[in-house]
Each structure stands twice: as C-alpha cells, then as structure tokens.
C-alpha cells in the first residue's frame, strides 16, 4: 500500500528533526496531525516507546512579535518548574518544538466556569507568577503589539468602523496599563 502524500509542513517537520541531534530518530517516524492550532502545525510522535508533541512554528511569525527565543528560555524555565511538559527540543531558528506528550482534553465552557476549576487556575498563576523569570528576556508592550498587529491589519481588513471602534475601547485599557508600574510575570 502507497504512503499518502506528505504536506509541505510535514516536509519542513521531517527536515527540522533530522536537523537536530536530540530528536533525529523522530523524522523517519510516524506522524500524527494535532489539529487546534491557529498558524503552527503539531504532530504526536513515538520514538522508543516515548509519546513526543513536535510543533513547528509557523513561518513568518516573527513578523507578529512572536520570539522563538525567547519562548525556548521560557519553556525551559516553566517546565523545570513543573507547569509545562519537557522541553526535548527547542530551536528559535526553524520553530521546531519537541516536549513530552501530555494526554488531555480541551475544556468545555461549563469546565472552564466551575469553581473548584477556577480556583485551580487561579492557584496555578499564583505560583507562576511568584517563579523567578529568567534574566535578559525582552520586556513585551502590549501596547506596541497590539498597534503593530492593528498596523498588519488595516491592509487585510476595510472596516473602519470596527477599527476606530476597538482603538477607542483599548486605549483606556492601555493608559490604566501604563500607569502602572510594570509587573514582570
């Protein structure tokens, strides 16, 4: 029986890991599509009896202020931690992502509103937000990230009324932003 045919991000994948000396035996593997996300494309893979996620990032994404970078020092950090699965593998400059595969379930909304959930949540970025943040990351405006996307926007999209509408409900969200003094989490 004939393979099916491999998508160009499944081509990019298999290139990535065999690129990387800690998960070179994943780019000869099988691979299963993940679907959910909103521009990577994610695989589950096995290798030796090992459940790997492999995400690649998408291309482009730089231009968004995503920092592939800093996300591998984050997700080191986070999952030495214990809030996220092992990192693998981590390289910013082709967005291969490889960690430890975490079987789950997205949530439902009647999950996300219970209240012993909530609590949970609320627990979990209490403890995250007391973890020491590693040193020489860049500091993020959600201000200047927010005007660069609207900037990315305004070619994509011809509706100026809902344009103005979101710049003048954000623009008090941000002048109470920057008022106050800056919280590093």
Known sequence: ????????????????LAHHPAVRDLADGPLVAVHGGLGNDAWS???????????????????????RGAECVLLGAVAAAGFAPGVIACDAETGLLV????????????????????????????????HEIPRH??????????????????GLVDDRACDLALRDR???????????????T
């Open 1 to 16: 029986m004939a393979e099916p045919p491999q998508s160009v991000a499944e081509i990019r994948v298999r290139r990535a």
């Open 99 to 130: 960690t430890d595969f975490v079987e789950g379930r997205s949530w439902s909304v009647e999950d996300a509103g219970r209240e012993a959930n909530l609590r949970r949540i609320g627990a979990l970025l209490r403890r995250l937000h007391a």
């Open 170 to 184: 954000a623009q008090p969200v941000f002048a109470r932003l920057a008022g106050r003094p800056p919280a590093r």
């Open 45 to 67: 893979a096995e290798h030796n009896g090992v459940r790997c996620f492999v995400r690649l990032g998408a291309a482009g994404a730089a231009e968004f202020g995503v920092d």
């Open 137 to 154: 990351l860049r500091t993020v405006s959600f201000e200047q990230q927010a005007a660069g996307l609207g900037a990315r926007l305004a």
